[in-house]
């Protein structure tokens, strides 16, 4: 019962000293095209929803003037501009077809300065073609908002095959390092799987389910909610600090009871807020959710941990997806992209299981606190993130 009441103080105060941080981010496609001393730019800047929700920009009308003041050009003067702002599905799209008067003839400069007075580590993911030629992928930062675009030939850079792998291995490198809910899911395999083969297995399942959900994604073959993803991706955080608990705290009918007057509350909260729209997802999580711990409690087969983490897997994958369709991909480098970006988010995730090991080995060397301790508290945070996670994202 302390456990339940430990649960209970976690939940209710440590959201308050964290962020439902999904990485800031925003993406665009260019395609310029250079006649004499004319340009014309047509381009689409693409932002989710949750992330406009956490700058305060979730307003239609305003963030249609907020971007056009964002994003100018210099040493070009704005001869036509047509501006068309988008909403679908948890995602706003901003197009902005311009023809502009070159005042330099050899380069003109895309300034961006969107979201980053709101978020200094916010990031944007730029993909340029010029005069039908792929111009090598650019990453704005608050530290560096302006791209030159030479108006020569012969200094646009050539992408080579490497270059390519490289900078999509480094998004998705950079993605895993900052995305901190697949960080804690991960956290959380380590905690469930004790001995070095259960993790291996764990591991393994996890990235099996999210390279083929990824896939599907970024091929275009499924296109999820991308909300609804985003929410189940907190609650299968949430789920497996609740196996952790109910395992090793022999309470597992009062964690049950939890369980059902958490969805009972949730389902109808959703209901009444958001009506019919998704309500048959969320049925069915609360039944894979029940159904999930009744079978982890009698269950000790490593066939059953590979299909469940398979099975999660599938989700985080169609996050990752979810992020990379809306950067795009390069036609002709296409697969050499997808599996750069793959083996950059795997190599990333390899990193941070070593340092959580090699963290919980150094608590224990020192003997700070003991094995019992420091995952139950671990635990309980899952618990108390996944659900903070899991409502916002949900709402």
Request: charged fraction near 5%.
């Given at each position: 019962m302390k456990s339940l009441k430990r649960l209970v103080v976690f939940f209710l105060f440590l959201p308050l000293f964290i962020s439902s941080h999904q990485r800031s981010e925003s993406y665009s496609n260019w395609n310029i095209e250079i006649t004499d001393e004319v340009i014309k730019v047509q381009s689409t800047l693409s932002v989710r929803e949750s992330v406009l929700i956490n700058l305060n920009l979730d307003d239609f009308s305003s963030l249609e003037n907020y971007l056009i003041n964002s994003i100018y050009f210099s040493n070009c003067n704005i001869d036509d501009s047509v501006t068309k702002l988008t909403y679908r599905e948890g995602l706003y799209k901003f197009s902005i077809n311009q023809e502009c008067l070159l005042l330099d003839e050899n380069s003109f400069h895309i300034n961006n300065d969107a979201f980053f007075d709101l978020d200094t580590t916010h990031s944007h993911i730029a993909k340029i073609k010029i005069d039908g030629k792929s111009f090598p992928e650019k990453i704005f930062l608050n530290s560096d908002r302006v791209l030159e675009v030479s108006l020569k030939s012969s200094d646009i850079p050539e992408k080579s095959l490497l270059s390519s792998f490289l900078s999509y291995f480094s998004l998705g490198l950079d993605h895993i390092s900052t995305g901190f809910d697949h960080l804690a899911f991960l956290l959380g395999l380590l905690?469930?799987?004790h001995r070095f083969k259960n993790i291996l297995i764990a591991i393994t399942g996890f990235t099996l389910g999210?390279?083929?959900?990824?896939?599907?994604?970024?091929?275009?073959?499924?296109?999820?909610?991308?909300?609804?993803?985003?929410?189940?991706?907190?609650f299968s955080i949430f789920i497996l600090g609740i196996e952790y608990l109910s395992?090793?705290?022999?309470?597992?009918?009062?964690?049950?009871?939890?369980?059902?007057?958490?969805?009972?509350?949730?389902?109808?909260?959703?209901?009444?807020?958001?009506?019919?729209?998704?309500?048959?997802?969320y049925f069915g999580l609360m039944i894979f959710?029940?159904?999930?711990?009744?079978?982890?409690?009698?269950?000790?087969?490593?066939?059953?941990?590979?299909?469940?983490?398979?099975?999660f897997g599938l989700v985080h994958g169609f996050g990752f997806g979810g992020y990379l369709s809306e950067v795009g991909l390069p036609d002709n480098v296409l697969y050499l992209a997808l599996i750069g970006f793959n083996l950059g988010v795997e190599?990333?995730?390899?990193?941070a299981a070593l340092i959580f090991l090699f963290l919980l080995y150094l608590n224990k060397s020192l003997n700070l606190l003991s094995k019992n301790i420091i995952e139950s508290l671990i635990a309980i945070s899952l618990v108390s993130v996944g659900i903070f996670w899991f409502i916002q994202r949900s709402f």
């Open positions: 905690l469930i799987s999210h390279t083929l959900s990824f896939c599907l994604a970024v091929l275009g073959l499924i296109s999820p909610a991308s909300s609804f993803v985003e929410a189940t991706i907190g395992k090793n705290k022999k309470i597992f009918n009062q964690y049950l009871f939890f369980m059902l007057i958490f969805w009972a509350l949730f389902l109808l909260c959703f209901y009444y807020i958001n009506g019919s729209y998704l309500i048959y997802g959710s029940f159904s999930y711990l009744a079978l982890s409690k009698n269950s000790k087969s490593l066939s059953f941990s590979l299909l469940i983490t398979s099975l190599f990333g995730q390899i990193i």
